[in-house]
């Protein structure tokens, strides 16, 4: 069980192992993907042309005329297929002819927003979820386990959006402590820690609505996770050494408990990115979701496209995120894929 | 089956959510004689507050009754809620059960494809469908039956595995029956309840997807729905407040109420699961 145990040549190659397995699943979801956002383009009713355009550019047929050259659209279906996965895996995402720019810089823009975003809610709701969980769980007592179940009920049954749109009538209209929506308070020169400070203040309602209902369930699967591993035999070995409680709750039961948490995580994380996009909306947060409804309202599919494939990326990236704290914290791990 | 309906009946929750859900469903079926004029009419002034004249939750900004809004919804959500789930239910058995039943490469194939589709941001790809596909009614549910199926194929193969060795499908096996007949005349029936279970877990989801579809201004835009009258509330949540209020409130105790009753079934049909937690 402890650490001494592991041999360091077969933690590498577990490493190098998983790694590998990453990157495969990576460039294949990639390539699905990709895929996928062809087959949509010329299943969309209309002129694939058109549809690459955008309802700005259907009208001119020169431009139509343009985007059929540059897109092979008179070649045969495999061979724009395969130019089109070659552009994607050369980071060419196309171009948006609504907003006259590459696809790929609209994207970079409003990234960090949404990695602020998703990153902060994903980080509260696991850790906030497994200190509260476990608290309940040491703390084992009937009201706690009844009030957990109501409050994840409640919170497994409201829509995302509606959620952050309750919180901004409570805490900005009613309350006036928190902004309603933005990023950053826009015309107030400020420093860069004020700035910071600033955009935290933004950060608040919609990272908390995001994470809230992920939260309940991290709580109630932490609790349960505790109670199990509390009762298994190398705890009364433990309490038996004469430990201090506190030490074995951290070492030994935190340890264990946490595992199943995280493999929860890391299969929501698809679920926490789309909530993204909802909660973007609602906060007007300039991310990759405001992106999404803005290119919606104006049928830019480039743009629709391109997101998809960063968002997905962005879902594998947590995916591998969650391996590795599992790698991390489990104690076994390495020891079976040394022997 | 006697004896399951006896148990769910005295499941306090369960009954709970079914008379909550039993409720939304007469208010969707009666919304026609209650309001019969179209929700999209003007009624009445903008913006008037609930308990107004005529008009008890108020009315929005281009004087549309709220209350007209949320019954007519209510027949969207639950429509969409529940063919979106039957076609989930349809695209996820399918997969489910030639994994389970086949196994091997087949398996591995239909796995591969399952894990795919639950590392794709869903919600996402859902956008994608009703935008390039247009916003009808019919695209939105072919897409959120494209985006829920996962859970149930993974389900179905597991409940398959566990019955493919069995020694009364075996039989069946050796007694020349075809594929098709033991899966869906042996294996399925064996393999309902938890399916069913889940099946109505899913319908709770697929009206949360629906909802916030049709907030991001992909319902179709001849339908009333709770998500888009959400939608339109947002800009106006200083000065409405109970424009966002109320049809919010209807998703929450809709889905909340599928989900106890979906529940209810869980500990009244699997008894054995339920007890381990």
Redesign the interface.
């Given at each position: 069980m402890t650490s001494a145990s592991i041999n360091s040549g077969g933690r590498v190659f577990a490493v190098a192992l998983a790694l590998a397995g990453w990157f495969v699943?990576f460039v294949?979801?990639v390539l699905?993907?990709a895929t996928?956002?062809f087959i949509?383009?010329h299943?969309?009713?209309g002129d694939p042309a058109q549809?690459i355009a955008g309802q700005s550019g259907a009208s001119d047929e020169k431009l139509l005329a343009q985007l059929r050259a540059e897109y092979g659209l008179d070649k045969p279906y495999p061979i724009q297929l395969a130019n089109y996965l070659k552009r994607v895996v050369t980071l060419d995402l196309g171009y948006s002819y609504r907003q006259q720019r590459t696809v790929a810089s609209l994207i970079l823009e409003r990234l960090p927003a949404t990695l602020l975003l998703t990153a902060t809610a994903f980080t509260l709701a696991l850790l906030s979820g497994i200190i509260l969980g476990t608290l309940a769980g040491v703390r084992a007592g009937k009201w706690s386990d009844t009030l957990l179940t109501i409050v994840s009920?409640?919170l497994?049954?409201?829509?995302?959006?509606?959620l952050g749109?309750?919180l901004?009538?409570l805490f900005s209209?009613q309350l006036d402590w928190l902004p309603?929506f933005g990023y950053v308070t826009i015309g107030v020169p400020m420093t860069t820690l004020q700035r910071m400070g600033d955009i935290g203040m933004h950060l608040i309602l919609p990272a908390v609505s995001l994470a809230a209902v992920y939260l309940a369930i991290y709580t109630r699967l932490m609790r349960?996770s505790v109670l199990d591993v509390t009762h298994q035999d190398f705890i009364k070995t433990a309490k038996a050494k004469g430990l201090k409680q506190g030490r074995i709750i951290i070492r030994h039961i935190l340890r264990n408990a946490m595992l199943p948490i995280v493999t929860v995580a890391g299969?929501q994380a698809?679920?926490l990115?789309?909530?993204a996009?909802?909660i973007e909306?609602?906060f007007a947060w300039p991310g990759l979701g405001r992106l999404?409804?803005d290119a919606?309202?104006q049928?830019d599919?480039p743009v629709?496209?391109g997101?998809?494939l960063v968002?997905?990326v962005i879902?594998?990236a947590l995916?591998l995120l969650t391996d590795t704290i599992y790698r991390v914290i489990d104690p076994r791990v390495s020891v079976r894929a040394a022997s | 089956m006697m004896s399951t309906l006896k148990s769910f009946l005295r499941h306090p929750t369960g009954m709970i959510g079914l008379f909550v859900l039993l409720a939304v469903v007469i208010l969707a079926v009666s919304a026609p004689w209650l309001f019969p004029d179209d929700p999209w009419d003007m009624v009445g002034a903008p913006f008037q507050p609930p308990l107004s004249e005529g008009l008890w939750l108020g009315s929005d900004m281009l004087g549309r009754d709220v209350a007209a809004g949320i019954a007519h919804g209510a027949r969207i959500s639950l429509i969409i809620g529940v063919i979106s789930t039957l076609t989930s239910l349809i695209i996820g058995v399918t997969i489910g059960a030639t994994a389970g039943y086949f196994g091997g490469k087949v398996d591995e194939v239909m796995m591969r494809i399952t894990e795919?589709f639950?590392?794709?941001?869903?919600?996402?790809?859902a956008?994608?469908?009703v935008?390039?596909?247009?916003p009808k009614i019919s695209n939105v549910i072919f897409a959120i039956g494209i985006v829920s199926w996962p859970p149930l194929a993974r389900l179905t193969r597991a409940e398959f595995m566990r019955l493919r060795g069995r020694e009364f499908v075996q039989a069946a096996v050796c007694q020349g029956q075809r594929p098709l007949t033991v899966v869906l005349r042996r294996i399925l029936p064996n393999a309902i309840s938890p399916i069913i279970v889940t099946g109505s877990l899913a319908v709770?989801s697929a009206i949360?997807i629906e909802?916030?579809l049709s907030?991001?201004?992909?319902g179709d835009p001849n339908l009333m729905s709770w998500?888009f009258m959400?939608g339109a509330?947002?800009t106006v949540?200083?000065q409405a407040?109970w424009m966002?209020?109320f049809p919010?409130l209807a998703?929450?105790?809709t889905?909340?109420a599928i989900?106890?009753v979906g529940e209810g079934l869980n500990d009244t049909l699997n008894p054995r699961i339920s007890r381990k937690?």
């Open positions: 699943k294949a979801v699905v993907i996928f956002n949509l383009v299943a969309a009713p549809v009920l409640l497994y049954a409201t829509p995302v959006f509606w749109l309750m901004v009538l209209v309603a349960s299969m698809g679920a990115v789309g909530g996009v909802v909306t609602v999404i409804y919606l309202l049928r599919y629709l496209l997101v998809f968002m997905s879902v594998i995916n | 795919l639950q590392t794709i941001p869903g919600f996402i790809l956008i994608l469908l935008a390039t596909l247009g709770a949360l909802s916030a907030f991001m201004g992909l998500g959400i509330a947002r949540i200083r407040w966002s209020v919010g998703i929450l105790l889905v909340l989900n106890l937690r």
